[in-house]
């Protein structure tokens, strides 16, 4: 419990700290800002692979599979690169919610601020009881891994879809049952008092709706997590680190997204790989650096290939 404490402090004290001190005044992330950002959290996050390897060679951490240090290690950043790789959704849909609620750029920080500490919270629940099932059901594992490789198989074949209208959408609806929305977008506030009443603001409605695409989000990727270890500790540290760094990787992949469309096809590929890897579990088990070098190089290979041919050589699925 002593190791889950500090790690949680240090998570808190981080975000502490960003809100705090770093980004105390409301003001527009540029992409050199957010660039900085994204490599002090990437390194962070692999350099916490140094941490993991003492933690498991001096069994400072509860190790309920007996994994020796190394493959812990190799774990760990198979699962921090997979929930890194299927945050690029999570990115895209940030961009299209605060478009189409009119966010201003200096807020958007503090509303993905917030936004991080319920998915901390819900993340966290998530990996809980995945984990318990995984222990006491076995045959759990055949569901998780069937559900990844038909959620990839959906993405590969999915067809034109309605434009996502965040102000249609559930969540929308029921606050505005429950409170009166203001639509007020000069200002920071989540909620504001006017006449001596109470308006949510379109912050605040932004800020649920993305906790719920989290939410759903997360449906995805915790079993994904889960077919590389079942190890709460490693399965939480690297969701967390992933989560930790995707506000600098919004703001700094936010107005790029079209020339990666390739890497869709990379997260249907580790989705498929992790899926088939679990449906497999109980006949036979990957070796921790064959999924990690192929999470690698299906990343690897997304990036490149979106660089180097652009979208006007390859026509989106919607001009298909």
Not at 191 to 211: C, G, P, R, S
Not at 219 to 232: C, F, G, K, M, Q
Request: charged content about 15%.
């Amino acid at each position: 419990m002593v190791v889950w404490i500090l790690f949680i402090g240090a998570v808190l004290l981080f975000l502490a700290l960003d809100l705090g001190f770093f980004n105390k005044t409301p003001h527009i992330i540029s992409s050199k800002e957010a660039g900085i950002w994204t490599s002090i959290w990437v390194t962070l996050s692999l350099a916490f692979s140094g941490v993991i390897y003492w933690l498991y060679q001096n069994q400072f951490c509860t190790n309920p599979d007996a994994l020796q240090p190394e493959t812990a290690v190799l774990k760990y950043i198979s699962g921090y690169l997979v929930e890194l790789s299927l945050s690029a959704d999570n990115i895209f849909v940030m961009a299209v919610i605060f478009s189409s609620f009119k966010i201003a750029k200096k807020y958007q920080h503090r509303v993905l601020f917030w936004g991080i500490i319920g998915a901390i919270i819900f993340r966290g629940l998530m990996i809980l009881f995945g984990v318990v099932l995984i222990h006491k059901i076995h045959w759990i594992t055949y569901v998780f891994g069937g559900f990844l490789v038909f959620t990839a198989v959906k993405m590969l074949f999915k067809k034109e879809e309605q434009e996502f209208n965040p102000k249609e959408s559930f969540v929308y609806k029921m606050i505005g049952k429950i409170i009166p929305i203001s639509h007020h977008r000069d200002r920071e506030h989540f909620f504001i008092t006017e006449n001596q009443k109470t308006y949510a603001t379109t912050l605040f409605v932004t800020l649920l709706v993305i906790e719920v695409m989290d939410v759903v989000f997360a449906t995805d990727s915790v079993p994904a997590i889960l077919s590389i270890t079942s190890d709460p500790f490693l399965v939480f540290s690297s969701n967390i680190f992933a989560i930790l760094g995707l506000r600098s990787m919004y703001f700094f992949l936010a107005n790029m997204l079209d020339k990666f469309h390739y890497l869709e096809y990379s997260l249907i590929a580790i989705l498929s790989f992790v899926g088939v890897k679990m449906l497999l579990v109980h006949f036979y088990k990957f070796p921790e650096w064959v999924s990690l070098a192929f999470i690698a190089l299906a990343l690897t290979a997304g990036v490149v290939l979106s660089l180097a041919y652009g979208k006007e050589s390859h026509p989106s699925r919607d001009e298909e």
